[in-house]
């Protein structure tokens, strides 16, 4: 069941939203060689609670983390642990957050240090893949509309798409109705009203799209085991358009 929201969930749906923006804009000077993906996770556990948020990931299908860390060739769902980040790397840190009990979620790839010409194109276009989808939002269209977009982008650019993982609806539940993949035909799936709220997240390959699960149950790798690259914004469906939720923030 697919929810519209009203103005209060709205409202509370902002601001878990934007503790998930300032989370990520709090980590951001953190993320350099040497700190490990525990540290980097503790820092943000740590400053969700003091700002009265809820790191929701904790326990979600036994999850053990506050986020998902995912360097290089892991595309999503890395466990943070003591791998410590190099100079070169890409890592993607994913969080939901929530905030009386309503949940804010958003992913986006950071250069460690100085990355290859190749991965800052990988990030540049997945980006760009998220907002061709976002630009898609408006009351009429259709969740098809977005994945077309988003599928078009990233084959006009020679990038893997990730078909066998999606974005979602969100609410109270970290999951909830629709899914919105990241490829397939435009005018086909449920139709945006406005007052839905969706997380849409192109996950990219360099290389090809296949991907296989690590033994850890969570970690998803690239099987040619080229960088992956995913962004990821929560879209509110207003009366003319859309509302990112997730802002990116100015560094302060």
Known sequence: MIFIKNEREIELMKKAGMLVSLTHQYLKPFIKPGITTKQLDKLAHDFIIK??????????????????????????????????????????????????GYQGDAAWTYAVGNISEEKKYLM?????????????????????????????????HNLGVVKELCGHGIGTDMHEDPDVPNYGPKGVGPRLKEGMIICIEPMLNYGADDIYVMDDGWSVKTLDGTPAAHYEHTVLVTQDGYEILTPRLKEK
Do not use: F, W
């Open 51 to 100: 700002n009265g948020g809820t790191p929701t990931q904790i326990g979600y299908e036994g999850y053990p983390c506050a986020t998902c860390i995912s360097i290089n060739d892991t595309v999503v769902h890395g466990i943070p642990g003591n791998e410590k980040l190099k100079d070169g790397d890409i890592v993607t840190i994913d969080m939901v957050i929530g905030y009386k």
């Open 124 to 156: 540049q276009h997945t980006e760009k893949a998220l907002y061709e989808g976002i630009k898609q939002v408006k009351p009429g269209n259709r969740i098809g509309d977005i994945s077309n977009a988003v599928e078009t982008y990233a084959k006009e």
